[in-house]
């Protein structure tokens, strides 16, 4: 099987490398010349020159679009994998003859998450509360951070997009949402025009009150969920690997690359428990609605 790759900054190089690990036949795209073994400059050339069977989008945010819409004039009538969120904005997609298209949502895989999802499919939960952060400057040290796309808001930066994680995961969990307030945007001195901090509230189909606190200042890497529920509170932490159930511990040995293989696995079978097409645009649909909430916001004066 040969997959394609667009788009060759740290996760194509990522998902590129696990490729190959998996047995299949890959090439890249890329504009700049990385010294990948199969490489082409334009996705038309490589649809026309490689035939891939799968592709994965992992271009900056801003240009998935248009690297979907390359990919269908191009041809290609495979699987395609499209690096979270599927846009910066909006929810258009334009008509293709692709097999089926999924969003990387990869924390789907990571083996703390599926079993607070089994906890929670059991219990009702009252009130779930998720926090993530990690100072945006030490994501790459080897890189200034002041030039990667997640500091430039044109360019689908910004930690509501890169972080939205937290928007899929509880919205798989917890039944998807119905409504939303938020508050957010640049609110510390990173030399950066993206928002380095956001706060959603919201409610789901299964939970009256979910929370997510996200940002980009945290000194100490952090993702953690709360769950509170008619039988016990449940703590996860995806960082330490754990589950805490009613005072007991679960652990789980993850390796970095074991959530994205474990996607890829998928993809290339029946693709079951992925972030589907329509699951990618409605976390879409909430991102554009945080951000309409903090543009549009009303205060009550103490």
């Known amino acids: ?87 910066d904005t909006g929810t258009e997609v334009a008509a293709s003859q692709f097999a089926q298209i999924f969003v990387a949502y990869n924390l789907r895989f990571h083996p ?24 945006l400057p030490d994501w790459r040290p080897e890189a200034d951070y002041r030039r990667g796309y997640s500091a430039i808001k044109a360019q689908g930066g910004g930690v509501l997009r890169d972080l939205s994680h937290e928007l899929d995961y509880l919205n798989w969990m917890l039944g998807g949402w119905t409504n939303l307030t938020a508050l957010g945007g640049h609110v510390s001195g990173l030399e950066i025009d993206s928002d380095d901090v956001f706060s959603v509230l919201f409610e789901t189909a299964r939970c009256p009150v979910v929370s997510v606190q996200m940002n980009y200042l945290d000194s100490t890497l952090c993702r953690k969920v709360l769950a509170l529920t008619d039988q016990g509170t449940v703590h996860a932490d995806l960082v330490r690997g754990t589950l805490e159930v009613d005072g007991e511990i679960e652990a789980f040995n993850v390796e970095r690359d074991d959530t994205y293989l474990a996607q890829h696995q998928a993809a290339l079978a029946s693709g079951g428990g992925l972030c589907t097409l329509a699951e990618g645009l409605d976390v879409m649909r909430m991102i554009d609605a945080a951000e309409a909430a903090v543009s549009g916001r009303q205060w009550v004066a103490a």
Do not use: C, W
């Open 1 to 87: 099987m040969k997959a394609l790759v667009i788009g060759y900054g740290s996760i194509g190089a990522r998902h590129a490398r696990l490729l190959v690990d998996l047995g299949l036949d890959v090439a890249v795209v890329s504009r700049r010349d990385v010294g990948a073994d199969n490489l082409f400059k334009t996705i038309a050339d490589a649809v026309a020159g490689f035939a891939p069977d799968y592709a994965v989008i992992a271009s900056r945010t801003h240009e998935h679009r248009d690297d979907m819409a390359a990919l269908a004039e191009s041809g290609f009538k495979g699987t395609l994998l499209v690096e979270k969120p599927i846009f």
């Open 112 to 135: 703390v998450l599926v079993r607070l999802k089994e906890v929670l499919a059991e219990r009702t939960p009252h009130a779930v509360h998720a926090t993530v952060g990690q100072y």
